[in-house]
């Protein structure tokens, strides 16, 4: 402001006027703060604040300052104000509170900051200083935060966990929390194709493709769906659409290692060895991949089926090496030396790394003992047992259901049971699959916190036995709502203190769904989701004003996981039925 002449009591004198606003006092405090002043600093600081009471800038100055001085309790103060009263968006708040809370050594409600911070804030300014604070967290809490998801990130948390599970081989759990993520996350195109694989796995193709076809329309040039989408359209025997794509895909070249796998094993599962052979050598020159088993394994197969004899041998031998344990190499090294005596005819291999599936069972059955336990676990060989379920001839459906019944877990309770609500299966074979389920959730009933049986009882063995004999139809009648699914309905009401008519129709959905699935409760998170979808449908079902945010918010969940367990509980039950 420029200087004016002004007249006082007679005389003329010079008088540059002073504006005191908030930011005069914002420009002295950052003065102050270069010359160090700290003290100076906060006084300027609070008189910002004094002016400008509604900006949160100045508070988090003046919060800022206290912390460096070590008045973090005064500091966490201020920056609560800001949230609760100033601007609630200003989530890096809470990135602030947890820096003073750990200097205080308070972890769990640096923790309980931190997570919020995380959870809430959608720009991930702090990401990096956030993730340092969370292994200190770690450290000094002995276990990992409670971390539901990274907003920035759009859903990676959830992606990841996603990715683990497909790797398990949990194909219907790794579907739920995709399912789960896309109303939030419609853009994110990795977990909308790993959506479609976990279809695709669990036999489910034509869901499997519909999800393709979004991603593809939102990038058509999207490596991963073509992918895909060139391998369902081969299980559908669509020979020209198979045909365009491969000649689209052999003119792509990747340079990630991600993508050049995914192209490597597309195109041997297509029948196209040669090229898969160039990119599983490729990967095979990359230090990071080098050292793997099942990738050199590919390779080898590659070379086998484009009649690269002494290099598949080759590759089979470091296949040995590197997992000295496995039966794998072993095997192939066999059926090559065969192919070279000329005592086998040169079949074209599968790219699986385990042994074939007849010679999978012929070993089960030679051991006695049933499924090894580590194989469990195995997602190829899973996938193999879901696929042989919906797409193998009669023997061999009964002979994975057999399998599956050893295994007993969750995924496949939730195979069996699609595969019996399945039209058009052989009623021996549905029979089948019922004294199995049955068997499986009457265990699961007997003892809640036991894990499900690793082998079938002799009284289920029996039953398969005499399958076509067997009367299940009463028995899987008792699978019904048993003391262990009323947890859910009791939970429900006690959230929702429904009245009478809401009660009866939550019991009446959740009878329903019980008795066509078997619903994961293995934890309290899993509780909550169902009890909370299942207020939601109820009181839609009965017109009653509710959205999903607002039943989140009295279970303590988000309201993509109301939504998700809504939506399976709907997917399942019919609606009421009319004057109910």
């Not at 939030?184 to 194709?193: E, F, K, S, V």
């Not at 790993?194 to 869901?207: E, P, R, T, V």
């Not at 029948?271 to 898969?276: L, M």
Request: aromatic fraction near 10%; glycine fraction near 4%; proline fraction near 4%.
């Amino acid at each position: 402001m420029k200087g004016k002449l002004v007249r006082t009591e007679g005389h003329l004198a010079n008088i540059i006027p002073i504006h005191l606003d908030a930011s005069f006092f914002f420009e002295r405090a950052v003065r102050s703060l270069d010359r160090n002043h700290v003290d100076k600093a906060l006084k300027y600081f609070r008189k910002a604040v004094e002016y400008e009471p509604e900006n949160p800038v100045n508070h988090c100055n003046m919060a800022g300052i206290l912390s460096e001085k070590g008045d973090y309790k005064a500091s966490n103060a201020i920056l609560a104000h800001v949230l609760d009263e100033v601007d609630p968006s200003m989530t890096e708040c809470y990135f602030y509170m947890a820096n003073n809370y750990a200097n205080m050594d308070q972890f769990e409600e640096a923790e309980r900051a931190l997570v919020t911070y995380l959870e809430e804030d959608t720009q991930g300014q702090f990401m990096t200083e956030a993730e340092e604070m969370m292994e200190l967290l770690y450290y000094e809490l002995d276990r990992p935060a409670k971390l539901n998801r990274i907003k920035s990130r759009k859903g990676v948390v959830e992606h990841d966990q996603a990715r683990e599970f497909l790797e398990e081989g949990k194909f219907a759990q790794a579907a739920e929390l995709l399912e789960g993520m896309s109303p939030d996350y419609p853009d994110y195109l990795a977990a909308r194709n790993n959506l479609a694989l976990a279809y695709y796995y669990m036999g489910l193709f034509s869901k499997a493709k519909e999800t393709i076809a979004e991603v593809l329309e939102q990038e058509p040039g999207n490596l991963h769906a073509l992918c895909n989408l060139a391998i369902f359209y081969q299980n559908e025997n669509r020979t020209d659409q198979v045909l365009l794509l491969i000649k689209k895909l052999r003119t792509i070249v990747p340079y990630q290692h991600e993508q050049v796998y995914k192209l490597a094993t597309t195109m041997g599962i297509l029948g196209q060895h040669d090229a898969a052979y160039i990119h599983f050598r490729r990967l095979l020159k990359v230090e990071e991949t080098a050292a793997d088993p099942a990738l050199a394994h590919y390779a080898a197969v590659a070379a086998f089926n484009t009649e690269r004899y002494d290099m598949a041998k080759r590759l089979w031998h470091h296949v040995n090496k590197l997992d000295p344990g496995s039966e794998v190499a072993r095997y192939y090294l066999d059926g090559l030396e065969a192919v070279l005596q000329g005592m086998q005819e040169p079949n074209k291999l599968s790219y699986h790394y385990h042994l074939p599936f007849d010679e999978q069972f012929k070993q089960w059955e030679d051991y006695g003992n049933g499924i090894p336990e580590e194989m469990k676990n195995d997602p190829l060989i899973r996938s193999s047992f879901f696929w042989a379920l919906r797409h193998g001839d009669q023997a061999t459906k009964l002979q994975v259901i057999h399998a599956l019944g050893m295994i007993g877990d969750y995924e496949v309770q939730q195979a069996l049971q699609l595969f019996i609500n399945e039209p058009g299966e052989e009623s021996t074979l549905v029979k089948a699959a019922q004294v199995v389920l049955h068997d499986l959730q009457r265990a699961e009933h007997h003892e809640l916190d036991a894990k499900v049986p690793q082998t079938l009882t002799p009284e289920t063995l029996k039953s398969l036995r005499k399958v076509g004999k067997a009367d299940v139809a009463a028995n899987h009648a008792e699978t019904g709502a048993t003391s262990h699914w009323q947890v859910v309905v009791d939970r429900a009401l006690q959230m929702s203190e429904a009245r009478a008519e809401l009660q009866h129709e939550m019991e009446r959905i959740w009878t329903d769904y019980v008795s066509r699935v078997c619903p994961d409760l293995s934890g309290s998170k899993q509780i909550e989701g169902w009890a909370a979808g299942l207020e939601y449908l109820a009181s839609k079902n009965r017109s009653r004003p509710v959205t999903y945010q607002s039943i989140a918010e009295r279970y303590g969940i988000s309201a993509s996981t109301v939504s998700k367990y809504a939506r399976q509980l709907n997917q399942i039950c019919s609606a009421a039925p009319p004057n109910h």
